[in-house]
């Protein structure tokens, strides 16, 4: 069972290009930053699966603070979409329940790079005084490699700073967040 950990994910690379990311940038901007300097903002924008792709390829790692290796998106229907990350193992379950096994693990194991991947659904929600709005992510399949394991074990397996990456504060310009199949429409509040 551990051995299927350490094989590739079977999720297919999205191909982009750097226009995807910069194009994902643009768009994001019209949503945000006009907001917060008071023009108006666009009704809503529409960032396609390779703008996505693109954009968690350069920015990703930095926005989690972890060593990521490779990020794929395919964005599904209802909400929903698959991610899968590389990263090593030794990071995977670093200040996590499961830190322990590190200690017992052969050196090859622990720096070998992991896909994992999660299969979300996507929903926003207001906080409890109602100023702000989160995305929250919730998991509903969960794989180390190509081996799934219950959907909870994602609260096992990930570092606390990972879990955080699963309720993502918006700025105040967005209203609402739709995943489609290729696609994510996000709707201003302009």
Do not use: C
């Not at 350069?58 to 229907?77: K, S």
């Not at 899968?84 to 096994?101: D, G, K, N, Q, W």
């Not at 100023?131 to 606390?160: C, I, K, M, N, W």
């Amino acid at each position: 069972m551990a051995q299927g950990f350490f094989e590739p994910s079977d999720l297919q690379p999205v191909i982009f290009t750097p226009a995807d990311g910069v194009n994902a940038q643009q768009k994001l901007y019209e949503v945000v930053g006009r907001s917060i300097s008071g023009k108006r903002t666009p009704r809503s924008i529409v960032l396609s699966e390779q703008e996505v792709n693109a954009f968690l390829a350069r920015h990703l790692a930095e926005i989690a603070d972890m060593p990521i290796m490779g990020a794929i998106v395919h964005l599904r229907i209802n909400d929903a979409f698959e991610l899968a990350i590389r990263l090593p193992l030794r990071i995977l379950l670093a200040e996590t329940p499961m830190s322990s096994i590190l200690d017992l693990s052969p050196a090859r194991w622990v720096d070998r790079p992991v896909w994992l991947r999660l299969r979300a659904r996507t929903q926003v929600e207001a906080a409890p005084s109602g100023q702000r709005r989160f995305l929250r992510l919730d998991v509903e399949r969960f794989y180390l490699g190509r081996t799934r394991l219950p959907a909870v074990a994602h609260r096992l397996v990930l570092s606390p700073m990972a879990l955080k990456l699963l309720l993502w504060p918006l700025p105040a310009g967005i209203e609402d967040i739709k995943v489609e199949p290729h696609q994510v429409v996000i709707r201003g509040g302009g």
